[in-house]
């Protein structure tokens, strides 16, 4: 949280501020599908076909130009390889050019990038991208260990994994006073109580503050109700570059150090400001623009932090503005209106997708009781812990 | 008697000075071969966590900090005790048979500590013996 810093060295963009995506072509979303989020017995390609025929089906397109499939590590949670070849081949799109793109847990956003930048280059018109991922097969150490691989090495031969980092951000957030218990809780009260609007939702019922802060200690001091589910789903996209209602405004990608060890600073991530910078350039527009955006709340304290590094709410006031109601449904900035990581669930490479179905929806007003207003939406995805961060900005035209 | 990692296998970089520990072949902000150095085995607290739900391989509950170490690196390590540790807390690092922890720690605690992360009783047992032959080999020569 709070201004840029740390040594020169490590602020050096290849960008040149004012010229990215300068002149290219507009790329637009012509269709959206995804499947609920949950613990589900189908296959993974059977949930990655109905997301992806959802959104051909909305694009009115049978055939896309090409394919980008999003899987984090399908060869560990089913064993699984040459997968883009796999889902392709399931999805009845064999002779389609197909690639995987992966970045941990944004790769659905990653995904997203491939397909946009393949449109606005001109190679094809119409890209369909495609994430998802299953896991509630495993036992849950399983499967942390199997995330957790997305941990720089040694800090993992110590036994790091996500919620044990996140622990030690949660640590440092609340010592340095930058956030309270309370309004950490908040967050999860929130998302929960938007997700129980959302039928594709994980969760679909509401906790307390109490809840949350009773919930089992999972790594000090973050307990089971600041922590996103191990969920199954799949999420789908059609980007073309014929106009449709939903314009790809911006897009823009941070990264940082493996090693959570080498940054300067616990409580802000770089790879956040960075993405948020690029989006906004290209946007041509700033945070000030943004109606509502869906926010990677894996941890809870992650959507306090993650507000304040895009520039959506000033330094320091993340908290006090979500005890206050203003990321709720109803108030000036609503934040994860779909229920976010936290209740909507996390299928990992589909969770990046499914942010921007819902920005989509949300935008065409397709989403029933959960509608927010708004013409420009946000979406930021977090790969790894900070790694790999993804902002998109879509603007109703 | 103790086994205080007096210094800790770290590098720097030449391009802009940026110390990591352990040591790397490449500058994580320069593609530029870092060269060898070492930082002091003491430090301030970052954070810590005192993780429920250990990873498979290791054993609930597990303490794992950050230090931020005199010299620059930050460096995560385990620790044996939490209780009254606060972030800023100067601690040392002791190294355990190439494993790091933060705080001094005798004898018993030190074999508590591998009874407690290793997760195969094979691994348990050749630590604790290779922890007790050094033990027996520190006190041996210099007659204490």
């Known amino acids: 949280m709070g201004a840029i810093s740390g040594p020169p060295c490590k602020l050096t963009f290849s960008a040149r501020p004012g010229k990215l995506g300068e002149g290219m072509p507009s790329v637009y979303v012509a269709g959206a599908g995804m499947t609920r989020v949950g613990r589900r017995s189908e296959p993974l390609q059977e949930l990655m076909a109905d997301a992806a025929h959802g959104a051909l089906a909305e694009a009115g397109i049978e055939r896309p130009g090409m394919l980008v499939v999003a899987a984090m590590n399908p060869e560990e949670f089913l064993g699984d390889g040459n997968f883009a070849s796999n889902v392709a081949t399931y999805l009845g799109l064999a002779d389609t050019p197909t690639v995987r793109v992966e970045t941990a847990t944004s790769s659905g956003a990653a995904a997203f990038y491939a397909a946009f930048a393949q449109v606005a280059a001109g190679l094809y018109d119409s890209v369909l991208v495609v994430g998802g991922e299953k896991m509630t097969h495993l036992a849950t150490p399983r499967v942390s260990e199997i995330i957790g691989r997305s941990i720089d090495p040694y800090e993992r031969s110590y036994g790091a994994t996500m919620p044990a980092l996140a622990g030690l951000i949660t640590r440092a957030l609340l010592a340095r006073k930058l956030v309270t218990p309370r309004e950490i809780a908040q967050v999860a009260v929130k998302n929960h109580a938007n997700a129980a609007l959302n039928p594709y939702a994980h969760f679909q019922q509401a906790v307390t503050a109490e809840e949350v802060m009773e919930s089992r200690m999972v790594a000090e001091p973050l307990r089971l109700l600041h922590c996103c589910p191990i969920s199954d789903g799949a999420a789908a996209l059609v980007v073309t570059s014929e106009r449709t209602p939903v314009r790809v405004a911006g897009i823009g990608q941070g990264t940082d150090t493996l090693a959570v060890r080498h940054r300067d600073s616990l409580t802000s991530f770089k790879a956040n400001r960075v993405a948020a910078r690029a989006a906004f350039q290209m946007a041509g527009f700033g945070p000030e623009r943004v109606d509502f955006a869906e926010i990677h709340d894996a941890f809870a304290p992650f959507e306090l932090i993650s507000l304040e590094d895009l520039g959506l709410v000033p330094p320091g006031k993340a908290g006090r503005v979500t005890l206050d109601g203003e990321t709720a449904r109803d108030g000036r900035l609503p934040i994860n209106p779909s229920g976010g990581l936290k209740a909507r669930g996390h299928p990992l490479a589909a969770t990046g997708i499914a942010q921007i179905v819902e920005c989509v929806w949300q935008l065409t007003r397709r989403v029933g009781a959960r509608q927010v207003p708004g013409r420009v939406a946000l979406s930021h995805s977090i790969g790894g812990l900070a790694t790999n961060n993804w902002v998109i900005i879509l603007e109703a035209v | ?144």
């Open chain 2, 1 to 144: 008697m103790k086994t205080t990692a007096s210094h800790i296998a770290a590098s720097r970089c030449p391009r802009c000075q940026t110390v990591v520990a352990p040591p790397a072949s490449y500058c994580p902000w320069h593609p530029v071969a870092m060269t060898p150095t070492t930082v002091a085995g003491v430090g301030e607290i970052v954070s810590f966590t005192v993780l429920h739900s250990a990873p498979e391989g290791f054993r609930s509950p597990l303490n794992i900090a950050i230090v931020e170490l005199e010299g620059g690196a930050r460096f995560v390590c385990h620790g044996d005790e939490t209780r009254g540790l606060k972030i800023g807390s100067t601690v040392a690092i002791e190294a355990i048979d190439d494993i790091y922890y933060f705080s001094h720690l005798g004898a018993l605690e030190r074999a508590r500590l591998f009874w407690r992360r290793a997760g195969h009783a094979g691994d348990r047992a050749n630590a604790i013996a290779r922890s007790l032959a050094k033990r027996v080999w520190n006190r041996g020569p210099r007659g204490n």
